[in-house]
């Protein structure tokens, strides 16, 4: 493989062109050449020369001209240009700095000199060639690197997920009616709060926090979880305390999406008018993405089998959720469900009942 340095000699004149030809290579050179700026930029493309010697005074395109060009391009930019011309007065040297020229000869040029400032520039040449590769080869290793952390925040979210829906399945496990009811409602809460104009940091959180919304009901007794009729008071205020179970389970979590599940377990079966509970507040002192939870969770019950009902048609169901806007819940959060229903019956199809081991695809929209 030929090692010897490329000196590219832009010039029209074949006089020039053979003198410095001849020089160059008993130098030890490999030289190329051409006589115009077109034709220069042809020759550079094709030999990536380690220094190119540029006539100013030329046809089709000057020296200035091929010079600023080859300095704009992002391939041709780390190639040192010395301007050789006769041309020697110091507006003409401002020129050739303008157009990005690294040095500056005048004819006649001398021998020594010449040599001197090719063989430091063929130098520079190979240093700019090397930082070129380190640069590419440190981005090449950062995106890699990158890559890599970001594989295993998605392996420790896809974990953590999965441990999150292996806790909250645990509070639906006795009941089997209740299927992928967690499932469900958290998409359709995420489907909501996007289409309500919250980003994609927030709608991940409600994702991984509305499954935590009923884990109080590990703490109810079967009797009343899964009595087939209606409850009477004292029961009802047994199953009402699930809220208050499920915060203080989370009481002591850490994480931002455990802490909002806690927020979500104490307050999504507070109503817009004050008449939920556990704490009976009322609109917006209720948490946003409680609210938001609060209407997928219904709507998917009302939609699912229950040990004390039979599950109602998609109809029924819609009017329920329409008829109790500004009541039960809260009215923006109702017009924000109804955009989005194609959606919300996508999700309905994907995650049936009999499918709840499809839990672990909820990692995908991460």
Avoid: C
């Amino acid at each position: 493989m030929d090692t010897k340095p490329t000196i590219l000699v832009v010039d029209d004149e074949e006089a020039n062109l053979r003198v410095f030809t001849a020089f160059l290579e008993s130098e030890g050179y490999n030289v190329v050449v051409a006589r115009d700026g077109k034709e220069g930029i042809e020759q550079v493309h094709k030999h990536d020369p380690d220094v190119i010697l540029l006539d100013v005074m030329m046809p089709k395109m000057n020296g200035y001209e091929t010079a600023k060009y080859l300095k704009n391009n992002e391939e041709t930019k780390i190639i040192p240009i010395v301007m050789v011309t006769a041309l020697n007065e110091a507006k003409d040297r401002v020129k050739a700095i303008e157009a990005g020229t690294d040095d500056f000869l005048s004819k006649p040029v001398d021998y020594a000199e010449f040599h001197a400032r090719v063989r430091s520039l063929v130098k520079i040449k190979a240093y700019n060639v090397h930082m070129r590769d380190y640069q590419k080869e440190l981005e090449f290793e950062v995106a890699k690197r990158t890559e890599q952390l970001n594989k295993a925040v998605r392996q420790v979210k896809a974990a953590s997920l999965e441990t999150i829906f292996g806790l909250t399945h645990a509070s639906e496990y006795k009941d089997v009616d209740t299927g992928a009811h967690i499932l469900r409602m958290s998409h359709y809460s995420a489907e909501i709060a996007r289409k309500m104009g919250y980003n994609d940091k927030v709608v991940e959180s409600l994702l991984y926090a509305a499954p935590m919304h009923d884990i109080g009901k590990i703490g109810i007794p079967d009797k009343v979880l899964l009595k087939p009729g209606k409850l009477d008071p004292a029961e009802w205020n047994v199953m009402k305390q699930h809220t208050t179970i499920g915060a203080k389970i989370l009481d002591d979590a850490i994480t931002g999406f455990a802490k909002l599940g806690r927020m979500v377990a104490m307050n999504h079966h507070e109503k817009w008018d004050g008449t939920g509970y556990p704490n009976g507040i009322a609109g917006t002192d209720i948490p946003t993405l409680a609210r938001i939870i609060s209407v997928a969770d219904v709507f998917d019950a009302l939609m699912s089998r229950r040990p004390y009902k039979e599950p109602f048609s998609l109809e029924k169901s819609l009017s329920i959720i329409e008829e109790d806007s500004g009541k039960h819940f809260d009215p923006e959060v109702v017009d924000a469900f109804f955009s989005v229903t194609d959606e919300i019956l996508k999700i309905k199809d994907t995650y049936k009942d009999d499918e709840a081991s499809k839990y672990i695809e909820i990692t995908s929209q991460l």
